[in-house]
């Protein structure tokens, strides 16, 4: 019993003295690649997005289920970005999680694409149902 229980307490000393020296992680560093594995997931949801609208309809289907594995591995990132940002230190002081989750988003919704308007907006809109007296048109700015 004795020897199996040294041999327990040795290997236990040797996965701490392990993981407090050679298996450490940097939660600031770990958080940094997470981020850049967001960016770029969320630029090959773009370029999928991109993919099936320029695509043959006869592709569409593998090309949704393409676009749609990607947009699973980008909320994985989220996730795993909102749990480092959770770790003691791998925020820098003053941040906090709820702060780098705007941050990321609006990065994200400045580079993407917006589509284009159209040049100019019809000043009135005049809907009218069956049965229903038109009334005057509605104002838009």
Do not use: K, N
Request: charged content about 25%.
């Amino acid at each position: 019993m004795l020897p199996a229980l040294l041999s327990a307490v040795g290997v236990a000393t040797g996965w701490v003295l392990l993981s407090l020296t050679v298996l450490r992680t940097d939660p600031r560093r770990t958080l940094r690649r997470v981020r850049e594995a967001f960016g770029a997931r969320a630029r090959a949801v773009a370029r999928a997005s991109a993919e099936l609208l320029a695509a043959d309809p006869r592709h569409h289907a593998r090309l949704r289920r393409r676009l749609h594995a990607r947009q699973l591995r980008l909320s994985e990132a989220a996730l795993m970005i909102e749990g480092w940002s959770a770790e003691p230190g791998a925020l820098p002081a003053g941040w906090s999680g709820p702060a780098l989750r705007r941050r990321l988003l609006r990065r994200i919704s400045r580079s993407t694409p917006r589509p284009r308007r159209p040049r100019r907006w019809p000043r009135t809109y005049r809907v009218t149902l069956p049965g229903a007296t038109p009334g005057p048109p509605a104002r838009y700015p």
